[in-house]
């Protein structure tokens, strides 16, 4: 299944669409401003929070798909009984109609709002994290040091990177990158952390970074980070083992998940 940003793009090459996002919101609601779904003529792109305010807003936009007035502007939406949603607050949707000339601009405009993440290690757990992050509300920078080991196609929120040495990336990490390690070899991945830490202690701009790997292997890496001159403070900052703890797999797709949802929990710890 193509993440939702890929859709877009994709359906913009066929025809016009309109582009429904939340522009602001009062009170409670489904879903928060910046959210989007673009309207079809026969085919949705995304969600703005279900229910019968989304019925009648995709409604409006294939209306005005099939020429019943002008498409931009703003509408109002109390979630009342006209409604029949109990949210209770108050919804403003932005109507635009979008094509094909306006692909390079919406791929900047909506993934404005993705959090960066910066995942070292092309292997078979960092490939099943690069597909799932690309659902989720991420901009993953997917680096190696390998040639040779990324798919030949990877989602539009996914963009991939030979490095070497590999660490070398990480002084260019987007300030706010959550880093991800988990390459082919404990030396690169001591390396990166390395990296991370150095960074950590100059700028402070890491506010996540998870190492895969067993308690046993943190034990050893912090006793080199140690004779390094990294302080417990700053050994505090890496996450070893990553994920959320309690799910036990360790098929590649169910570390994903558990990692993907640690790195959710750490946005909404912001």
Known sequence: MNPVLDDLLHRLRLGPGVLVRV????????????????????????????????????????????????????????LGPSLGQCCGGVVFLRFRRIDAADAAALRDELGAHLKPVALFGGGHVGAALARLLATLPFAVRWIDS??????????????????????????????????????????????????????????????????????????????????RGFSQAELARITCPIGVPGIGGKEPEVIAVAVAAQLLQSIDSD
């Open 23 to 78: 522009g602001a919101t009062e009170g409670s609601v489904p879903r928060e401003a910046g959210t989007w779904m673009a309207v079809w003529p026969d085919a949705l792109t995304g969600t703005i929070g279900g229910g019968q305010l989304e019925f009648q807003a995709v409604r409006e936009a294939r209306a005005w798909l099939d020429g019943g007035g002008p498409i931009d502007g703003v509408r109002r939406y109390p």
């Open 146 to 227: 390998r040639e040779g080991v990324f798919p030949p196609a990877v989602p539009a929120q996914v963009e991939t990177e030979h490095s070497e040495p590999v660490q070398s990336a990480v002084n260019s990490l987007a300030p706010g990158s959550r880093v991800l390690i988990m390459s082919f070899s404990h030396a690169e991945d001591l390396d990166i952390v390395i990296a991370c830490l150095q960074r950590l202690r100059q700028r402070g701009d890491l506010p996540y970074v998870g190492l895969i790997g067993s308690k046993t292997k943190w034990a050893t890496f912090r006793h080199r980070l140690e004779a």
